[in-house]
């Protein structure tokens, strides 16, 4: 099994990247055999502005340009999507969503039919999120931005293409144990990413 681990974070010695190489490091250690690529969507210079060639895929009026077709493919090879990364005004980071923007793209992530319903096509990928934040719980409760977020992204995002969030990580700086308790739970959320299958 293979998965794909995208984080966003443009400090390479930042604790997103130290969780997820942790991740990588808890998938290989349940199963030797299970594999990952780590895509860093900072340091590849990946271009998360919707343009026109987007919004030509998106009307069906031309093919994918090619860094998204690049990266669809890097998912066609996953069985699991991770992706870590630092809650930037209760979502993602405008990188990793305009990943999400260009790469999820109608035609290859869903499907507009005829008769008005959505085709989901993601529906063989799993998902997995982790995100790291500075706020307390006692925050995210009061506000209500757990819920919130979970409705944007889980729902919103993944469950619209048919993908499966089969966990969801909220990694806080007031937790017990802050940072070396979330290296832990990184590593037990990499060796749970495949943890029913063979």
Known sequence: MHSLIVVAHPNPNSLTHAIAQRVAAGITSANPHHT??????AEEGFDPRFNQ???A????????PADVAAEQQRLDRADALVIVYPIYWWSFPALLKGWIDRV???GWAYEDSDNGKVVKKLQRLQVHLVAIGGADEGTF??????PAMKTQI???IFDYCGASVRSSAVLLASDAGYPAAHLETAQKIGAGVFASQP
Do not use: I, M, S, W
């Open 154 to 156: 889980d729902h919103g």
């Open 36 to 41: 990952f690529e780590l895509a860093d969507l």
């Open 53 to 55: 060639a987007d919004q």
């Open 104 to 106: 999820f793209a109608q």
């Open 57 to 64: 895929l998106f009307t069906k009026q031309a093919a994918a």
């Open 141 to 146: 409760t009061r506000h209500g931005y757990a």
